[in-house]
């Protein structure tokens, strides 16, 4: 089944990358967001499989759209997608709620493999 | 001339994490540009601001690269800088990589020295903040092109509560390319030096 995402990212250079490699991987693009304003609104039309959230948005940071969709929905999947791989911010991604926090530039190999796993059910 | 305000002991201490940081970062550049690079800091000094844009790619006038900022903790500004002549070059390495995906962005040159600016910001903040043992936000980065003395100023103006600037000088070079990178890290001298002294006191 072709897993629905959503991404979030204020710079285009990622935005074209991530659909490309979600096409790629037959999954749908279903739609995409450049401040964390657009990314909630986005949320609650689309309500995605998959969110792919950038930490830093110009309007809030990552973390705030994390938490606010998490509020809306519990259960929703979220990706943090940042090149800030700090110990702190990994830690706090998990504990807010996030199935974890991908490094730019982006490994396709690992963003298949969280595919997979929600497309089989499972959550990391 | 305003005076430095660092001892020896935390001038070494900052250089040692700084260089650390711009180690970690050939893997990611790599990824980005489909070759393998070696990256070496070839010196870090802390330098007045009025020395900063003397001290910083001495050889260029023109440059690319991007300006991010922390409003943190430990409020940062980081200023990336490339001599504008390698711009041409690392664009092309890095569309060619993408399969020719960023050659549909608008400016691919300036996405590509954002994201080169923001992996090199990124990698010297994540040493530094997990040795200070706190968080360090950036900023997207902010794209810079022109001359060099623009670039500076601008960045000087905007940082007007930092009084210690720290400049490196990265040579990056792979098997497709090579280029020398320049990198200005601006904040208060006095957090940072707290900062630095708690984690010393902290270490076992």
Redesign the interface.
Known sequence: MALRVLIVD????YR??LQ?MVREMGHEPVGEAETGEQALERFKALKPDLVTLD????DM?GFAVLREIRRANPRANVVMIS???????VA?ARTLGALGLL???V?QAKLAALLRLLDGGKRP | MSPLAFSDAERAELARLTEEGVALVSDKLGRLSGTAWNLVTSSVEEVPADLVGASLLREASSCVGAFLFSQSLLPIDVLVLFPEQCAARLTEAVVKASGGVLAKLPDPQAAVFKELSNILGQGVLKVLANSLKISLILSSPRFLRGPKAEAVARVLAAAKARNAFIVLRVDMTSAASSAECGMVLLFDALPMRQLLKNAAAARP
Do not use: F, Y
């Open positions: 204020d710079a285009d250079m074209l990358i490309e930490l830093s948005l110009p940071d090149g800030n791989d700090q110990d702190r911010i706090q490094v730019k530039p490994d």
